[in-house]
């Protein structure tokens, strides 16, 4: 969990559209964020939150395999 509540993530602000990022640790515990462009407080689902960090858990276990780079083994024909 420790290396997932590191991760930023982006998101923007509903009213100005203002991008901000936080980690998911920060959000876990600051559920309400003001917004530094407009100034707008906005209030985390906390559900959609977890559903958030759900996915991204997810995310984060696919990744690995997803971005592995195989070695090229495409055959070179010799004749
Ligand atoms: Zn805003």
Redesign the pocket.
Known sequence: MARISAHRIAFQ?P??T?QMRQTLGWLEVNHIIT?P??G?TIRLNPDKLVESVEAMEQAFERQPRAIQIEPRMTPVKVR
Request: include cysteine; charge should be negative; charged fraction near 10%.
């Open positions: 602000c009213e100005c203002y917004c462009g407009c707008t």
